[in-house]
């Protein structure tokens, strides 16, 4: 590690709680929050380094978030060593072999299934009584929303808002109302392959659930089966939905629900979380000429077309977004 102040607190605080030496500290591609990761090796294992020192707050939610989990058998990583005043945590590594790199067509519904078993124990999760797991409200909705329309659409494409302000309102009300409406569970809300890592005998460990919310139970699966880092044929995401929904439903124990009111729920989840995403894209595109996911914007706006296409309420989007995205194909 380069020998500045950071640095330098980061290796002396790893060697207090390590007593093997020789130790690197090397640091890994991260996600895109301001967390930065590394990977501690010494002469008999690894270990992952998390400095979480510019989000504080998101610490204390990843380690409450991870005890719960992993009270109902999910499989997280452990925790080694916390200290919440520099925002340093020490924690178990799960290796590089991601799901992704895994997933093929022909083994997808292998895996699919193992996930989904994996998400219906989360789904069943109950934060600790003393922590309050923020939900999917209208304050928060707003403000993903507001990336969109900030970020995608002002920023991105220029469009004036003004015009379309009333029926930009109905789809965001649409949309709430669908999340709302629905059974809420415990939400990882990054529940995708690049998020879930392949450890021995084909377990499954779960990472990057820091911002867990109280949320609609189709919220995970839309992650999962719409992927914004792959994408599989609308008839297979189609016939996972028929497959898992019930299995969803008896983990949790709920009453029946037709098949398609649960599709539509899917949907509409799906849109808002992708416009959310197209707004982020978008606002990291801009300030990140380098931005390595840039190359999966055009996947999110087809699946965001795809969904306005098929819902008569939301043809004025689906317009607007066609007038958009369609010329710059």
């Known amino acids: ?25 090397i640091p890994l591609v991260g996600g895109w929050s301001d967390r930065r990761i590394y990977r501690v090796t010494t002469p008999t294992k690894t270990l992952i380094l998390v400095d979480s020192s510019a989000e504080l707050v998101g610490l204390k939610d990843f380690v409450v978030i991870d005890q719960a989990l992993a009270r109902n058998q999910v499989d997280v990583p452990e925790i080694m060593a916390v200290d919440f005043e520099l925002g340093y945590l020490l924690e178990t590594d799960f290796g590089d072999v991601s799901l992704f790199s895994q997933l093929s067509a022909d083994n997808s519904s292998h895996w699919y299934r193992r996930v989904v078993d994996e998400l219906a124990r989360i789904q069943k999760c109950q934060p600790p009584k003393e922590y309050s797991l923020s939900r999917f409200d209208a304050e928060h909705c707003r403000i993903e929303w507001k990336l969109f329309t900030k970020h995608y659409l002002q920023e991105r494409h220029h469009v004036l808002l003004d015009p379309y302000h009333c029926r930009l309102q109905d789809v965001w009300s649409l949309l709430f109302a669908t999340m709302q409406e629905q059974p809420q569970v415990f939400v990882h809300r990054d529940y995708h392959s690049q998020n879930l890592m392949v450890l021995p005998d084909e377990k499954l460990g779960v990472i990057d659930f820091q911002s867990a919310k109280w949320g609609p139970i189709t919220y995970d699966l ?3 089966l719409k992927d914004c880092y792959l994408d599989w044929p609308t008839d297979q995401v189609h016939e996972w939905l028929k497959e898992f929904q019930p299995l969803l439903w008896a983990a949790t124990d709920l009453p029946a629900v037709h098949l398609q009111q649960f599709r539509r729920w899917f949907d509409l989840t799906g849109l808002q979380r992708h416009l959310k995403v197209l707004g982020q894209m978008a606002r990291n595109i801009r300030t990140d000429p380098n931005f390595p996911n840039a190359k999966d914007l055009p996947r999110v706006e087809r699946y965001v077309l795809d969904v306005c296409a098929r819902y008569p309420e939301l043809s004025e989007l689906s317009k607007l977004l066609e007038n958009l995205i369609e010329p710059n194909k």
């Open 1 to 25: 590690m380069t020998n500045t102040l950071s640095s330098q607190l980061l290796y002396d605080w790893v060697g207090r709680h390590l007593t093997e030496k020789p130790l690197t500290i």
């Open 222 to 224: 839309v992650s999962l």
